[in-house]
Nanobody
């Protein structure tokens, strides 16, 4: 089992920045690839970014590329730096773990564990 706890969400004005954090714990949690997904009200969830277990491989959705940066400073902490935020980025952001450590897939079905989510609201 892997437990994931997100933090760092909040309210920010358009053009501002936020940094989300996700702490992974549990057996073999450091071997997992980690990803961020988001779900806006009334919309389907979508992939935002993912990073391999060793931090060497990353993947971004086109909608966030150039504005968001995913990183991990050790195998159990992952961050999502979000810059130039837009109202369209308003969503609940979820951290997810994929036990295929080298994967950076955007397919949510490939992720085995999910956090509870953190709300990000961007005002215009």
């Amino acid at each position: 089992q892997v437990q994931l706890v997100e933090s760092g969400g909040g309210l920010v004005q358009a053009g501002g920045s936020l940094r989300l954090s996700c702490a992974a714990s549990g057996r073999s949690s450091s071997d997992n690839a980690l990803g961020w997904f988001r779900q806006a009200p009334g919309k389907e969830g979508e992939f935002a970014a993912a990073i391999s277990w060793n931090g060497r491989n990353t993947n971004y959705a086109d909608s966030v590329k150039g504005r968001f940066t995913i990183s991990r400073d050790n195998a159990k902490m992952v961050y999502l730096q979000m810059n130039s935020l837009k109202p369209a980025d308003t969503a609940v952001y979820y951290c997810a773990a994929d036990n295929r450590g080298y994967s950076t897939t955007s397919d949510p079905l490939s992720y085995n564990y999910w956090g509870q989510g953190t709300q990000v609201t961007v005002s215009s």
